[in-house]
């Protein structure tokens, strides 16, 4: 079946710091992948995505790149704030699970000022 | 705004109660879900359904129940059976045609339920 390993937290970082969020993932086919982002007492937003091999999700200054070659998706930004601490779930979707969403275990981040 | 309230934020309830949580959508969207998050384990799937008096169960059914009589509405009842009960509840919704091979499976949340059982 499906299943998205990602990175384990907490991961903590000054801000201005350069974030790199490792996701791995096994799957038939050629699934959706996904990174929602959940900020403290909150539900989940979508933060990017990405529907196919070599597409790049990208938002707020976060980037993912689609590796079909290394089954990764790993989140990236070049400069986090304060404002970025949050959990954050990697997360893929396919036929093979009747494209019901199949999340990695999230990754704590927070920046200090 | 469209969007998927949940209700309440928080409950308390004793052992041995059942609980029912709300959650409505105004996105006119076919399939709904709900989801347990507990510390370090990610979002678990509890039930969902892809279309009015249809749903399903997910990986971790027991000890809960659902129903879907309207769209907008996929209510979770906690029962006395779940032994361990004490998580985060989070409602979720997608486009029906987003969950099939041209879509991305992309849904969207609520701002959940905390359940606490005393």
């Known amino acids: 079946g499906n299943s998205v390993t990602q990175m384990e937290g907490p991961v903590t970082l000054s801000e201005e710091a350069f974030l790199t969020i490792n996701c791995t993932y096994t799957a038939t086919g050629y699934p959706s992948l996904f990174w929602y982002v959940q900020y403290p007492g909150e539900g989940l937003q979508l933060l990017l995505k990405a529907t196919k091999a070599d597409d790049k999700g990208s938002n707020k200054g976060f980037e993912a790149t689609y590796r079909k070659e290394t089954t990764s998706f790993h989140l990236e930004k070049g400069s986090v704030q304060v404002s970025d601490s949050a959990v954050y779930f990697c997360a893929l979707s396919g036929r093979s699970s009747n494209y019901k969403l199949t999340f990695g275990k999230g990754t704590l981040l927070t920046v200090n000022p | ?118």
């Open chain 2, 1 to 118: 705004d469209g969007g998927i309230t949940q209700s309440p934020k928080y409950l308390f309830r004793k052992e041995g109660q059942n609980v029912t949580l709300s959650c409505e959508q105004n996105l006119n969207h076919d399939a709904m879900y709900w989801y347990r998050q507990d510390p370090g384990q990610g979002l678990r799937l509890i039930y969902y359904s892809q279309i009015v008096n249809d749903f399903q169960k997910g990986d971790i059914a027991e000890g809960y129940s659902v129903s879907r009589e309207k769209k907008e509405s996929f209510p979770l009842t906690v029962t006395s059976a779940q032994k361990n009960p004490t998580a985060f509840y989070l409602c979720a919704s997608s486009i029906q045609e987003d969950r099939g091979p041209m879509g991305t499976g992309e849904l969207f949340f609520g701002e959940g339920s905390r359940l606490t059982v005393l």
